[in-house]
């Protein structure tokens, strides 16, 4: 069996910033923070998840909505495993993740579902690799 540690992060894409979650391979949330949407604001998202997790780029999985553009050519320059997840999926997956109520509607975005997604290991989830997105 595969004992290699891994850490499961969700992106909520939008056009000027980030909202970003992370957890480790138990489900426990190591964080969330939130990032500009700039090569520095990119730059330190990478750092930050490396640095929160302790862990390699290869051992962190990323799910975002957005299977295209800087977000995503960033984490994949940086070694980092890339997901792309259908909005409609993640809203469904987000209905049963979440009872109504049971977190702000800011906590019921992108972010935390899609790192449950990509901890969860959606099949629906489409693995991204540069050839993918230029």
């Not at 910033?17 to 330190?44: I, M, P, Y």
């Not at 792309?84 to 987000?94: E, G, H, M, S, T």
Request: net charge positive; hydrophobic share 35%.
């Amino acid at each position: 069996m595969d004992k290699t540690p891994r850490w499961f992060a969700g992106v909520d894409w939008a056009s000027q910033k980030h909202d970003v979650w992370l957890a480790d391979a138990s489900g426990k949330r190591l964080g969330k923070r939130t990032f500009a949407h700039s090569g520095e604001g990119l730059a330190q998202m990478c750092s930050w998840l490396m640095a929160t997790s302790g862990g390699r780029p290869e051992d962190i999985h990323v799910a975002i909505e957005v299977p295209h553009g800087a977000v995503v050519e960033t984490l994949l320059d940086r070694g980092f495993k890339v997901y792309a997840i259908n909005p409609k999926q993640l809203d469904r997956f987000r209905d049963r993740l979440v009872p109504p109520g049971g977190l702000r509607i800011s906590e019921r975005r992108g972010g935390v579902t899609g790192c449950e997604i990509s901890k969860a290991g959606n099949p629906t989830a489409r693995r991204m690799s540069l050839g993918l997105v230029r």
